[in-house]
């Protein structure tokens, strides 16, 4: 068993969010924040993690994933505001689940 999450990350003004799959949250957000992987979170600034799920296998954080990636915008911010309205960046505020 290994810990895999499905994070949700925005900008400074929540105006684009991403969704991601990994199984070292500390190690992906870290690069998010330090924009050290080319791509679409660098473009777009998005350092900020506001939503998280935990999964014991990588096969349900996957299939997971895929699942809110469908969602409309206003799905995922309805997913996001149950369990973080404010947006604030949890990691910042060390609430990640180890």
Known sequence: MKNC???????N???????GVTSDINRRIYE???KLIPGFSKKYNLHKLIYLEYYNQIEDAILREKQIKK???SKKEELINQLNP???DIFEHGQIPL
């Open 32 to 34: 998010h924040k330090n």
């Open 13 to 19: 003004n929540n105006s684009v969010i991403y969704i």
């Open 86 to 88: 404010n947006w604030i």
């Open 5 to 11: 999450y499905i994070y949700i990350i925005t900008n």
């Open 71 to 73: 969602f409309s915008r």
